[in-house]
């Protein structure tokens, strides 16, 4: 299962360097470059997907354009659910806020 086994990695890359912090930044750099370059590389990033009918981190063509195409992950019964659940939670959590939104009259500038 996917979830299962990037859940640790973090953990895992604390425990061999001490930190994640240069990570970060090298995933930026990928990112970076393959819109400045046109590379057109498949990197895990957020963003819409029809299927789901909200932005979740799945497989994205990354070229100048920005994201050119996403590609669909095939998934077992138990990792469809968890990813069904992980989208009522985010649409949740959209909806909260945006009732807060509504009562306050907006976000504060």
Do not use: N, Y
């Not at 425990?15 to 994640?20: D, E, F, L, M």
């Not at 750099?29 to 895990?44: M, N, V």
């Amino acid at each position: 299962m996917i979830a299962a086994a990037v859940k640790d990695k973090a953990h895992e890359i604390i425990r061999a360097k001490g930190a994640t912090s240069f990570g970060i930044a090298a995933v930026v750099t990928l990112l970076c470059e393959s819109i400045l370059f046109d590379q057109r590389q498949i990197r895990p990033v957020s963003c819409w997907q029809d299927s789901w009918g909200c932005c979740l981190s799945m497989p994205a063509v990354i070229g100048r354009q920005g994201i050119l195409s996403t590609i669909t992950v095939p998934l077992d019964g138990e990792e469809r659910e968890a990813l069904e659940l992980c989208k009522q939670s985010i649409k949740g959590i959209i909806e909260s806020v945006s009732g807060i939104e509504s009562m306050e009259g907006g976000l504060p500038s």
